[in-house]
């Protein structure tokens, strides 16, 4: 069969493409996607397979390795999960969702102490990273321990004050101890810092009786919240140009460009099922896959 044009063309594109982005990285990138799929399906074993073809061909890729491992323990091995993890930790140290995930799979199998042990060594050799103090944060409240959980999702606000799941977490604190009106206003300022948080949405769709918060664009919304504030006092969000939300300190300001957070990993639904609205708390990361 004779060569064409077209076909060359297209193997001089392939091989270029390979020489700036590798094909190992290609090929890890497509076996992750496939995997996100199957995960998102509850196909977690053919969702494993993918991930570990995507480790195969990118073995220093922290995210596909915590992917991996979530799968493995949605499997019900845990044993390979808990490797995984720790590998995964190995390469980055600084991995929240290989934390988050070796975490809940000490949770999951009747081991808090060993949970809580492993984040407070996170948070006591970075204690510069507020993703350290959310999952922190999140460990204690699991435990029943809310003030210990909001000294540290303070901690997480005082580095970086715009933290949406820092925020969202306080809130989460706020409405478990009855104190609605700080709820509300931390859930908002979490909005503020990224809108695209479904399950905050509906926890503030049940504390403000103002429907016309609940928009579809943030502009709309904040706009509508600030309006609100002419008519009743109280804990609400106070537009006031660049300052800093400072949810330390009663109700927070907020600012109408957030500072994104570099340790924030993607725009997602807080929740792992945010179907269930009622019985579900926020969760301190973001997927529980990543698409790295």
Known sequence: MPITKKTLRLSLLLTLTCMVTGCNTMASRSHNSNGIAYFKQGEYQLAAEEFKRAVADKPDNASHISNYATAMRK???????????????NIDP?????????????????????????????????PYNPGAHVEMAWAHRKTGNYAAAEQELQSALKINPN???????????????????????????????????????????????????????????????????TASPGPMMVPQG????????????????PIPDPNFVEPQPLVENPAAVESTDIASEIPEVEAH
């Open 75 to 89: 499997t019900g091995n845990m044993a390979r999960a808990e490797e995984s993890y720790k590998h995964a930790l």
């Open 94 to 126: 600084s991995h929240q969702p290989s934390y988050h995930g070796l975490a809940t799979m000490y949770m999951e199998t009747g081991r808090p102490q060993m949970a809580t042990a492993l984040l407070q060594g996170w948070v006591e050799t970075q």
């Open 163 to 229: 933290h949406p799941v820092a925020l969202a977490q306080l809130g989460q604190i706020y409405q478990d101890t009855g104190r609605q009106p700080e709820a509300l206003a931390m859930y908002q300022s979490s909005l503020v810092s990224n809108w695209s948080q479904p399950e905050v949405h509906n926890r503030v769709a049940q504390l403000n009786p103002n429907p016309a918060f609940h928009s579809s664009t943030p502009t709309t919304a904040y706009q509508a919240q600030s309006n609100l504030m």
């Open 242 to 257: 660049p300052v800093l939300a400072q949810p330390m300190t009663g109700a927070p300001a907020v600012t109408s460009a």
